[in-house]
């Protein structure tokens, strides 16, 4: 077979594949892409058979009585191979009788992940129109990144958070405009390698030049010093993880007292100051927020803390705000309390200053400009019309082992109190709970409770391990889609470059098939095939694009094409904020005041203990400010890994480069190392009381004392040890505590952890991970 180039979209950028004899051979970025990202070689791994879901297998116990109560046995008994009929007929039939026997309430499908960058074959997308159109399902809202902020902020600005994201100023703007840059939890190089939906082209590296180039001021206030990149030469700040807040608080009562604080901003676009004062400066509680306490809490100096206050009021400056920071109990607090603090600042909704909600989170959240686009880029599931939807109820996004393990149980959420249903079957497709979720121990525990769990995955995730019924499903590589979204000025065409992995089967084709045996076929399908629903979405696209003014080529030619860029037909645009600070009174905030609620009445009136009526301190129960150091004296920071997405690819080069011995990379001060006698190259474990795990040890200067850095990603192997159980590849959920960050969001809180390290002695256990689970025959 001839070599053959095909193009296709990733998350983590758009490439042209090289593939001969049906594998491939070469990952080639774009030539409008000057910072490719490495990930792409990942791609190469596509067809590793250790990992690849060969064909559709069933746990031995449940094959053996569909029926029966749930065994205990996920996760530890070996998979049967069946074929495709037997595996549908299963998961139909499973499916059915849970509608006919519990309803809609008994399904959960949140199905959490970030699946492919097709806008057909996106897996939740399937599966969610499957099951809507099947009979209802719980379903799961907010997100693992971001759940604190998504909430707080509908409540402060009165807009979703991926939109205002998306709307801030590029470096080169900010260099025109303001004398001071403050990143809260840094904007590292390493998140804007990935961009929801595809990338055309990255250029976050050259943008901070022009920032760097123009002199500004950039301080980075992270306990990682490569949080920004290293060409900005920024002044680090190292903090104490979970102190944020503190710090910006000292910030504000800075410029209360020395008269800085723009009052007419106040008065003119913000609702509720006054009632925030007296907290500031300790009249309501007795407690005022100076720098000196902000210093006891933060570990930063009460001199730095007036200097940022100083400079950031003296001349335009714009404050940065990571995804990080609200991913810890009260997570809700740093990102009011930033918004509060630009309030006061008065530089909110001005060009090139202000604040930068989420900033560098992903590409173009900073660095895609103003180009955005202006139609809608149409996409599988938002066909399904009002008539044929079922209504569903939902869980907060990180709340699963809570309703797994407390059906009936009630919890608080936004102002509202809910109750957990019963589950009796999960479907999961696209995602990856056991590398998502906290304190996995406690979820594989909770996992066992349903009677029945699908999954539609193309690899060996611990997901799939821990399932009854594992359907294989082609990777983005073996289909056809198109790649778009509507934060990105490209679109991608994405035929197939390979052929489907053994007996694995589109998403699509599955729930057809399933929706036959359960009598919707016609309903899901709409009677279009997999290129017909592909050009069906494209002229959706197009014609929505020409009412906007863009033209789109025609489907025939773009399917024959490669990527192409339409911002040239594109706007600049005003965003949200500059609109409301040109003109409040034409262009208000959907909040109750219609400005930006320094004070929430709404939220006051939920009476929650945990979050008040405006931004506050709380006391963190689990940081390096408690009692719990004691034993457990490091703050375990586990972030989003440099060489994969998540833990997408694990399995490929990019990520394996970097591992040591095998295992993920943690690093560590080397002041904290030395007292324990660790070295870099060693393999360590970490541990407290929910889990422990091993990891190679990195020593780094960039690593605040008293602090521990794991990304996240590490495909789950758990074994058993001495008597308990050990993570050996470095997944730091095993550690991180399962907690909502507060009664309004209920978001995760991994960043509220601690841990103790030791050097692992003896032969580490061999990985499992990264070959098949074990196999038998049917009895």
């Known amino acids: 077979m001839s070599r053959r180039f095909t193009p296709t979209s990733t998350h983590w950028g758009n490439f042209r594949i090289e593939v001969d004899d049906d594998r491939v051979v070469a990952v080639l970025p774009y030539q409008t892409d000057s910072e490719p990202c490495a990930i792409g070689e990942s791609l190469k791994n596509n067809s590793d058979r250790d990992v690849r879901v060969v064909q559709p297998m069933v746990r031995a116990g449940y094959l053996e009585n569909p029926c029966a109560e749930p065994d205990g046995g996920r996760g530890g008994q070996p998979f049967v191979p069946v074929s495709w009929p037997e595996a549908l007929d299963l998961t139909a039939d499973a499916l059915r009788d849970t509608w006919q026997t519990r309803g809609p309430d008994g399904i959960f499908a949140g199905s959490y992940g970030w699946a492919s960058a097709g806008r057909f074959h996106h897996a939740q997308s399937q599966l969610h129109r499957f099951l809507n159109l099947g009979g209802g399902y719980v379903a799961s809202v907010n997100s693992y990144s971001a759940a604190a902020a998504e909430v707080i902020i509908k409540h402060v600005l009165g807009s979703p958070l991926l939109p205002l994201t998306r709307e801030s100023p590029s470096p080169t703007e900010i260099a025109q405009v303001s004398k001071t840059v403050i990143l809260f939890g840094g904007a590292a190089l390493k998140n804007a390698q990935v961009n929801a939906g595809g990338l055309g082209a990255h250029s976050a590296t050259k943008q901070w030049q022009a920032l760097r180039d123009a002199g500004i001021r950039v301080v980075n206030v992270s306990p990682i010093r490569d949080d920004v990149p290293e060409l900005l030469e920024a002044e680090w700040i190292a903090c104490r993880p979970g102190s944020d807040t503190a710090i910006m608080l000292g910030m504000a009562y800075v410029l209360v007292r020395d008269g800085l604080h723009d009052e007419p901003f106040l008065n003119r676009y913000t609702e509720g100051f006054a009632k925030f004062l007296p907290y500031l400066m300790g009249d309501s509680d007795g407690v005022a927020k100076t720098p000196e306490w902000a210093s006891r809490l933060s570990g930063v100096s009460a001199d730095k803390i007036e200097d940022l206050a100083h400079s950031a009021a003296r001349d335009p400056s714009f404050l940065g705000i990571s995804w990080s920071l609200q991913r810890q109990r009260h997570g809700e607090q740093s990102w009011w309390m930033i918004t509060t603090l630009g309030a006061m600042l008065g530089y909110i909704g001005l060009p090139g200053a202000g604040v930068g909600y989420g900033y560098g989170c992903i590409h173009n959240l900073g660095f895609g400009g103003r180009r955005i686009p202006t139609f809608k880029i149409a996409a599988f599931g938002a066909e399904i019309g009002e008539r044929k939807a079922t209504r569903h109820r939902f869980i907060p996004v990180a709340r699963i082992t809570d309703m797994l393990e407390n059906p009936g149980a009630t919890y ?83 035929p197939a470059a390979l052929a489907p992995f053994g007996d694995a089967r589109n998403d699509f084709d599955i729930f057809s098939e399933l929706a036959q045996r359960l009598g919707f076929h016609g309903d899901f399908t709409e009677g279009r095939n997999e290129i017909e629903w592909i050009q069906h979405l494209y002229e959706a696209t197009r014609n929505d694009a020409a009412n906007h003014g863009v033209a789109l080529p025609p489907f025939e030619a773009f399917w024959q094409g490669d990527q192409f860029a339409f911002d040239d037909q594109l706007p600049d645009a005003e965003f949200l904020l500059e609109q409301f600070r040109r003109d409040p009174t034409r262009y208000p905030l959907n909040t109750p005041s219609g400005k930006i609620e320094v004070y929430s009445e ?79 190259g060693d393999v360590i474990r970490l541990y407290n009381d929910r889990g422990s ?42 550690l991180t505590p399962d907690i909502g960050t507060s009664s309004l969001a209920q978001g995760c809180s991994a960043h509220t952890c601690l841990v103790e390290v030791e050097k692992f002695t003896g032969e580490a256990p061999t990985l499992q991970v990264f070959q098949p689970p074990k196999s038998c025959r049917r009895q």
Not at 706 to 725: C, H, K, M, N, Y
């Open 602 to 680: 709404t939220i006051a009136s939920f009476d929650y203990a945990d979050c008040a009526g405006h931004a506050k301190w709380f006391d963190h129960d689990e940081w390096l400010g408690g009692r719990q150091t004691k034993h457990f004296p490091l703050h375990l920071v586990s972030n989003q890994p440099r060489h994969r997405l998540h833990s997408q690819l694990d399995h490929g080069i990019a990520s394996q480069s970097h591992k040591i011995k095998g295992r993920e990379a943690a690093r560590m001060n080397p002041g904290d190392a030395s007292a324990r006698g660790l070295q870099t």
């Open 693 to 734: 795990c091993l990891a190679g040890l990195h020593i780094s200067e960039a690593i605040m004392a008293g602090v521990i850095e794991l990304p996240t990603g590490a495909w789950f192997d758990p074994q058993d040890w001495e008597g308990g159980v050990l993570e050996v590849h470095g997944n730091p959920n095993a």
């Open 412 to 494: 608080r959420y936004n102002g509202h109190r809910l109750a957990y249903p019963g589950i009796d079957l999960v479907y999961w497709a696209g995602g990856n709970p056991f590398h998502h979720h906290q304190d996995l121990n406690r979820l594989i525990r909770a996992w066992q409770k349903p009677r029945t769990i699908v999954v539609n995955e193309s690899v060996w995730t611990a997901t799939a391990r821990h399932a009854d019924i594992v359907l294989p499903v082609t990777t983005s590589l073996e289909r056809n889609d198109l790649g778009g979204s509507a934060y990105d000025h490209h679109l991608t065409p994405m």
